[in-house]
Each structure stands twice: as C-alpha cells, then as structure tokens.
C-alpha cells in the first residue's frame, strides 16, 4: 500500500502566494521612521537615533541580515553599548489587554547574530534611565530572538513615557563582534506567546513551553531480530511518502526556478537569503510581537518578502520526493541535492536550531510536516554534510510543545492532545527513525510504541483532548471532528504501520480507536451535522475522509462492524458531546444542545462569526448525500435560522461575537443530553439558558425536547422566555436552498408551491408542510407558523462579505419578548404531502405533559414512552412513573408482562468543567432514584440497578456514569 503523507503540488512562486507584495512602485526605505516602533537598518545611513559608546565602532552591513538586506554591525573592544535615543512605546498590562480584549504584554524584541558562540556571555539591554531591562545570552552561533514582556520579566520597573534602548556590550568578553536585525521597541502581544530559551530563561508567557528536553539514551541494547525490523519500517516508510508516479521532464528546472525566488547564497561560508517566518498567516493571534499592530509602508513592504516556515519546508519536502525518483549520481539529483543542502543550511542559520524559542512556535506541527518528511527522505545526504544531527536535534527541540522526544510518558492530568496526533505523531517517528542506526533507535521505536498505545487506549478524564467514554473525541475542550478526524487518519496509519512487529500497538488502544471510528461514522452522512463543526460551520468534516483509516484498523484485526453505504437505523446518544443521532432510511438527525459541560459553539474574532445558535436545540436532517444535497449553503444562510433551534432573531450585528477574543459560551445548567431506548428509539432534551454576555440576553430560556420513534419525531418546547422587545423568538423548522421548480414545498395542500417570491403565516388548529427533502412537519395548535420564499441577503462567517442566496424557510413565531411560549410539532422523516396531511389528521401519539418541568409522549405504534424531566417530579405522573428525584431521561417500553426501561441524568457530572477551558476533573457517577408503581423485580440481574419494595410500589435507583444510558428489563412480581 502506498499513500502520500502529504502530496504538495509546486509551481513557480508558490512561497510568495498570498503574501503582500510591493506596490508597483519602489518603496523609498528609510534609515528610521519615527512614526514606526521597528529599526530596520534599510537605507544607506545609519538611523539618527544611534549613538555608540566606548570602543564601538558600528556600521550597515549587507554579510548578515534579515529585514531587507541589511544588518547592523556592531565592533567593540573594551565597555561599550549602542544607544537609540527613542521613545519606548510601553504600555501598561491592562491597556495591552483593552487592545487585545485578552490578557495580553507589552513586549521588546530584537534580532542578534553571533558568529561564533560566546558561552557565559550575555547583552545587557536597558530601557529609559534604567528603569528596567534584561540579559540575553550569547551562547550560539547564526540568529536568534526573543520576546521578553516589560511588566513580567525584566528586573526593574517600566514606566510610561520611558526614553532610549541602551544595549551594552558583555563586560566578559574584551572584544567581538555581533550583528543586530529589527528592533522592535515594544509591541502589544497575547500574554501566552512569550516562550524561553537559552538565551532569555526568565519569560514565562502563561502558554510557554518547557526548555527541558529529555536527551536521547546512549548505553541500551536491542536484538538483531529488533534492528531487522526497525530497517523495514524506515523501508516500508519511506514507500509510502515517496512519490508515486514519475515527475515531469522539467521538474527540476521548476525547482531551480523557485529555489531562486528564495534568494538563497553562500559566499566564503556564510549563507543569506529571505527570512524565514513561523507564520503570516497568524498575524495578530499568535505572533504579535513579531507584527506590531500598527505598520508603516516600508514595513509592510520588508515583511511582505519573508518566506513562510510552512511552504519553505513543504518545498523541501518536493525537492526531497523529486530527489528520490532521479539517478541518485545524475546532473539533476545532484543540483537537486545542492539545493537541499544549502536550504538546510539557511534554515539553521535563521535561527531554525535546537535552543532558540523564536518568540513562540505555537501549533508548531501545522507549519512544519514537510520539514520531517523531508529530513527522512535526505537523512543520509545530510549525514554526509555533518548537517544530519543539527537538524535532527532542531526537529526534537520544536516538537517539545507536544511531546518530550525521548521521554514519551503519558501524563493521564494533560490527556491525548489531537494536535500531536494529526500533526506531529507521524513526523515524531519519522525523527525517530532518521537517527543513526544503534540500540538507542531501537529503543526509542520501542518506547514509541508505548507512548502511542498509551494515548489512543485512554478513555481520557473531563474535557480533556482525547477519546471518551461514549467514542466522541476531544480537543478544544469538546468533540471536534475538525480535529479528530485528521487525527484518527494519522493514528490508524501509525496502527498499520506498526502492525505485526514487535512495536504493534496494544490491542486496548485499537479498540478504543475502533469505538472512536465507530462513533464518528454514526455522527456523520456521510458530513457532520452544523452543531458538531466548531468554529467552521460549513467545513469539510466528512467521514469519507477516513477511508484509509477505516481499512487501517480493519488491518490491524479491528474492523469498523458498519457498512457506511448503508448504515444502520437507529439512535445513539453521545453526551460529551451533549448530542443525539437518529438514523432512519439513509437520513441521519442530530440534535445539539449545550450546558456547564459542553460549549454551544466555537467562536473566534475571524471564524464563525455568527454561530451562537448552534446548539440552541437544534435538529438538523441530513440526507445521505451530505450538506449541499440536504438543502445546506453558506450564500445567503440566515444564521439566526438553524433548524430545530429557538432563538432571538438578531441583526448580524448584534449576533456577531461581541468579544475581540474567543466564545466558547456555557450555560449554569447540568442536565442536557440524549438518551435512547434498545438502540432504536430516542429522546433528546435541551435546556437553553443563555449566558450573561454582551448582546446577549440573559433572561432568554427555553426547555426542549425531541422524541425520536423510528421515521418520527416529536418536537416539544416550554418556557420560552426572554424579555427581548425589539426583535422576534422563532423556532425554526427548516432552511433550505432553493431552487425555481426543483425544490418545491408543500403546506396544507397537495398542490407544490414551485417559484419564488412566497410569503405565509398559518395559524390555525392544525398545519402541515412538507420540504423539498421529503420531510414533513406538522404544527399543533400554537402561535402562528410562516413561511417564506425568498431572496436571502447575509454575511460570510470568516470574511464579512456579502452573501446572497435563495432559500425556503418555515418557523414558529412567538413574538417579541414572550413569557412562556410553547410549541408541538411533529417530524416525518420519508414524508409526502398524503402521508403527512394523514398524519396531521390522526397524529398517532400522545403528548402526556409539554411544559418547564417535564415533557413526556407516548407513542402508538412502537408503545413506547419517553420523558424528559427538567426538575425531579414528587407527584405522580402517570399510572407508572410516580416519582423522580432529579432531572432525568427515562424511556419505557411495556410488553406483556415485563417493562424495558432506560434512565439517564444526562449530566456529566464534571466538576468544575464550567470554570475551565479544559479540567482533569473525572466524570463522577451518579444515581437517579424513581418509585414505579406497582411491584417489580428484574428479569435479567443488571448490577447498576437496585430495587427495593416502597408500600405496594416499588423504588429504583440506578446508577449513571458519563451520562451513558442505562438498560435493564423488569418483569411483574406475583
């Protein structure tokens, strides 16, 4: 089998492609431009601010540099220091974060290069008249940086209005030479991207890393048969990341034409070229300091040249994969080779080596996969060029984020990080495998094997990253297939890679796998629904983006037991995930809630926008060709309008994300979940009680519920209060795209409404429609329902631009501010306009009780019976149920003499879990205690139920845990 980790597919200019480029005029560069708090060193004088002291001698210097083409050189002999006689544009910690609206720094940095390193030395760096500065050491050779906050770690105290930068040269060191690239005075940063190194120890960013690396073991032993198999896998490895077809006849001369974009050179020994970022594309999120807010032309002009990490290294990743497919002693493999080498040597010389933090490499793994591809494929080449461990040894330390490189113990308290997973496992064993052949290789394969067993078998604690009790998978602090479903393909890959040798991974970690796989093709159609996309409402979450996973699983001994073609009817509850599927003849429902445990959504400045409503109650029918084939388009969407859900209808303004930061809103409430009964029937409750937060309205609550009976679905509301006047609470049926006479709707009339424009209101005793999906819906007695073909007119949710599209929409009205509003609507999955007008007719089920405390239905056909109880009932609530202590899901189902039952709190029981992103708080068990009437005994013994006699009636309690439904079948006592 051979797949490409990452095919990568280069043209000539691919490393400049979405990168500002310069105007067509010349920018004229300045020496120093007071206006901006970056010294650039670009023009032929020396900026005005520069004084040197002592014995310096400075000048520009075009050997070394790194913003434009020019540096700062910098001779001393004896005490000397430079001085820039600047104003320091320091602001205080709290105006830093009234600018980020998160906690956020002022921070210095600059650029130093060393030609050769100067252990125990250190620069002082001063500010104003030594009100506060730092050391940073010189112990390196090429160019290094940092990011060093005022208020947090410099000894001293800044103060506002602070004039002059004061570098001092090292008292130990009588004479040298160094050269200085980009100042940048203070900047505004994200409290968490100030990271350590050797040469500024003291930072600490609240979301720094560690500087302790474990070092890799010398003195182990391994077997011959060991070192057998260790060759095979780098064999078979490589087999799958090498090119599979062949490339064309100028491959290389696109290489060498792209290649000189870089303007990469070596001259007597030194190398120069473009700068090499981490990343542009974070601008303003994780690199600030790097990018202060506020740019000047020139600025933006040099920034505008730098290469980002991410295509430098999946370029080298081509040239690798090319490489590999030519005569290994041809002209082309050998400038192939040249090309290789000498990027490798740039990338070291930028500051790319082991101990240099680089401000932050935060979610180093997404900008750097083709980095370790590359390095595997070339590890002998660089060997050669005594470039093999240096680059080797830089691989380890930016990995350090995710995973000590040679420790590899799982900590249970922090939990699988699916960032490690998805982007970094594969090139952690990769690093593993390029090191020189020996028993610590061995060894570290070994221990991999371990690890990596360790992270997929946890059925991991709270909201931690990793795989739950029920098969949803976190990351972020919630289910996240955006996240989890790369890391699944990553995983089942290392699985298959491993299987069969003596490193396989354990059999307990390929199960829990399999229930994760197994879990994420019954969430999705083959997409998942909206209210399980995070912050990408319309991405590409798709469960047929985990073939290769299922077939690696299923070649490991662990097969997927569904047929995904044809997936099973049915109802599964994932309260993790605070959500519910129900499947019935290719279609998938998911309903979503939300509560203290689970997220409603993810909302950032610049993504999803709009997405408050996702888990308001929604209830999103997805047929089995996904999205676009279920009626669901961005242009145009009206993301007040999520089907299923109650909401305020606001103005995009008033919806968008009133926080410059992120959203993750929770509500106070515990109970809110999914339940089911044999597998087949269901129940989905949601209490909507939404938070306190700016353009939200705090007094906006609603309890919910959906009861699912095989193609049926009863959908209750209660309580819908808000106090809202100037804008509508509506409760959505559905939206769809439409299109003139080929998606045409039905309501209360056999005759198809066909063409746009199409406006009504229904307010009668009994109302019916069917969609142009063939689900149909009928609306009890209540306010009014309307319907409407338009023309929608919206927003992008990343972008802000414009969006329009036409569009089929029917809700309920509750009007302006409503107190206790409620509403009864029914769902028929394969509904035409006969079946559904005869179910409206004679609806075949009984709503026992629609209000704020208990909503409960029982069904005709399957006689089945479902509650959901938002307070504990101390009165009887029918001839069975005559009391529940706390909020609860139960299902009944009587036949002959015996009563199959399910119960569920639908409450995770986390503590903690509303004050934290993420809490290592274990899901507690719990217990729902409920009297029957009548006397009862179990028919089969089920150890998590116990009943004793109460009177003539009989006590149950049962026991809960991780909100999974409990099962168990009494029989009557004679």
Known sequence: MNRNLQTVCFAVGVLLSGVAQAASGEVALVAEDPASPIISFESSELPGSLQSGGGSAVQLSTRHYLNGSRSLEWKWNGTSDLFFDRKIPFVSDQKAYQQLKRGAVSVFSFWVYSEKALPGAQLRVEFGKEDCGFDFGLNFTGWRTCSVAFTRDMDGTPRDGMRGLRIKAPANVPAGELFIDRIILASVDDIRYQWPDPQVPFVKGTGHTTMEITPIPDA???????????????????????????????????????????????????VTGRHVIFSRSSLHDRQDSVYPRELTAQDKYLMSQYAELRDYTDF?????????????????????????????????????????????????????????????????????EDLLDPVVRSLIWYMREKVDFAKM?????????????????????????????????????????????????????????????????????????????????????????????????????????????TAAAIYSNPETGIGLSGRHPFGESSVLSLTDAFQDVAECGHPVELDRDHMPDGHWSFNYGCFGIHRRDGKMVTFKGYNRYVWSSEIYTRDNRYGRYQSHGSVQIMNRGGRAASGWVEDGWDWNRLPGTTTIHLPLNLLENPKKGTLMARSDVRFSGSSNLGGRYGVFAAHIKTPDIKNFDPTFEARKSMFCFDDRIIC??????????????????????????QTPVWMNSPTAITNLPYTAKEGGASRWLVDAHSNGYVIAKGDPVRLSISTQNSRHEKTKEPTQGDFVT????????????????????????????????????????????????????????????F???????????????????????????????????????IIGADSAYTTDEESRPGWVDILLSGKWEQATPNEKVTLKDRDENTFISVSIHHAIPEEFVLKKRR
């Open 409 to 517: 113990e799982f900590d249970p308290a922090a939990g699988t990080d699916l960032d490690y997973v998805n982007t970094l496992s594969k090139a952690h064993l990769m690093t593993v495998l390029s090191l020189p052949d020996g028993p610590p290789k061995t060894v570290l394969v070994r221990k991999y094997s371990g690890y990596f067993s360790d992270l997929l078998a946890a059925d991991t604690r709270g909201t931690l990253g990793g795989i739950k009790a029920d098969g949803t998978a976190f990351h972020h602090g919630g289910n996240y297939p955006g996240y989890s479903f790369p890391a699944f393909r990553s995983a089942a890959f290392i699985c298959r890679l491993l299987n069969g040798t003596p490193f396989a991974i354990r059999e307990d970690a390929l199960k829990n796998l399999n229930k994760a796989l």
């Open 316 to 384: 080298m990743q081509h040239i690798a994969k090319v490489y590999r497919t030519l005569p290994p002693e041809s002209p082309g493999a050998l400038q192939l080779r040249n090309i290789f080498i000498l990027m490798s040597r740039h990338l070291l010389d930028q500051g790319w080596q082991e101990n240099s933090a680089l401000y932050t490499t935060h979610h180093f793994g997404y900008a750097s996969r083709g980095w370790y591809v590359a390095v595997f494929l070339m590890r002998d080449e660089l060997a050669r």
């Open 220 to 270: 182990v032993s391994d077997t011959p048969d060991e070192r057998a198999v260790v060759d095979r896998l780098e064999a078979q490895l490589e087999s799958e990341v090498l090119l599979e077809e062949p490339v064309s006849s100028n491959a290389v001369d696109q290489i060498q034409a792209q290649f000189e974009e870089l303007d990469i050179k070596m001259k007597d020994g030194v």
């Open 871 to 909: 307070k504990g009932a101390s009165r009887p609530v029918d001839d069975l149920i005559l009391y529940t202590d706390k909020p609860c899901l139960i299902m009944t189902q009587k036949k002959d003499s015996k009563l199959t039952m399910s119960v569920n709190n639908a409450d995770l029981r």
């Open 810 to 869: 029917a809700w309920i009205d509750h009007g302006e501010a409503p107190d206790g509003a409620s509403y009864e609507y029914a769902i028929l999955l394969n509904g035409t306009s006969q079946t559904t007008a005869a179910f409206a007719a004679a609806p075949p089920y009984t709503v026992l009780r629609n209000d704020p405390q208990l909503q409960a239905v029982r069904d005709q056909e399957s006689g089945v019976t479902a509650y959901a109880f």
């Open 716 to 741: 209750l509301g209660a309580g819908i209060t808000n106090r809202t006047e100037d804008y509508a609470t509506e409760t959505t049926l559905f939206q769809h795209a439409w299109k003139d006479g």
